[in-house]
T-cell receptor
Framework: RKEVEQDPGPFNVPEGATVAFNCTYS??????FFWYRQDCRKEPKLLMS???SGNEDGRFTAQLNRASQYISLLIRDSKLSDSATYLC??????????FGTGTRLLVSP | SAVISQKPSRDICQRGTSLTIQCQVD?????MFWYRQQPGQSLTLIAT?????????ESGFVIDKFPISRPNLTFSTLTVSNMSPEDSSIYLC????????????FGSGTRLTVV
């Protein structure tokens, strides 16, 4: 079993749709959590950190459930520019980041 | 956030040769990290580079294959030695900025093809 698991998708949604991605992690000692965005042939870029209290940044909302070891990302009012791969990332301590394989999102007109 | 310059951006190399990738940061950083992203895969940590000490390698990666230098707080190199086609991948450096815990910044990556 992978330490960080994501549905690879692709998720094909129309503009304006709401889409949710889920991620589970296996190491209960994991300390911090992130969503990164990676465009084709580009480096990953931090989208947002994820906290137990929830974290909202404009159209993006991230949630963490430590008891279930589950992380989510919700994107509202999808834009064409949201098309990318979304990486669930877990810091399991000592600055060791573990990356999920990513969920691909395609937003169409 | 830190700005990272990574060179080369891409290269095509003959098997059996070595390639050194450079990572320059515009500010002093405590820790630098080297990742590999194989085709269609996510990122895997190769090693952590600390200034003034030997790099710490993850399981499956060894110093003889991936020697790393960290001569100062703004620069690091990763060498991919005795390359084979299986080493074809994207190699990325990343930094953790001192005093920040909200994620890490990545270089633009080096796309390596071994023929």
């Amino acid at each position: 079993r992978k330490e960080v698991e994501q549905d690879p998708g692709p998720f094909n949604v129309p503009e304006g749709a709401t889409v949710a991605f889920n991620c589970t992690y296996s190491n209960s000692a994991s300390q911090s959590f992130f969503w990164y965005r990676q465009d084709c042939r580009k480096e990953p870029k931090l989208l947002m950190s994820v906290y137990s209290s929830g974290n909202e940044d404009g159209r993006f909302t991230a949630q963490l459930n430590r008891a279930s070891q589950y992380i989510s990302l919700l994107i509202r009012d999808s834009k064409l520019s949201d098309s990318a791969t979304y990486l669930c990332v877990v810091n399991r301590g000592f600055q060791k980041l573990v990356f999920g394989t990513g969920t691909r999102l395609l937003v169409s007109p | 956030s830190a700005v990272i310059s990574q060179k080369p951006s891409r290269d095509i190399c003959q098997r059996g040769t070595s390639l050194t990738i450079q990572c320059q940061v515009d500010s002093q950083v405590t820790m630098m990290f080297w990742y590999r992203q194989q085709p269609g895969q996510s990122l895997t940590l190769i090693a952590t580079a600390n200034q003034g000490s030997e790099a710490t390698y993850e399981s499956g990666f060894v110093i003889d294959k991936f020697p790393i230098s960290r001569p100062n707080l703004t620069f690091s190199t990763l060498t991919v030695s005795n390359m084979s086609p299986e080493d074809s991948s994207i190699y990325l450096c990343s930094v953790e900025e001192a005093g920040r815990s909200d994620g890490y910044t990545f270089g633009s990556g080096t796309r390596l093809t071994v023929v």
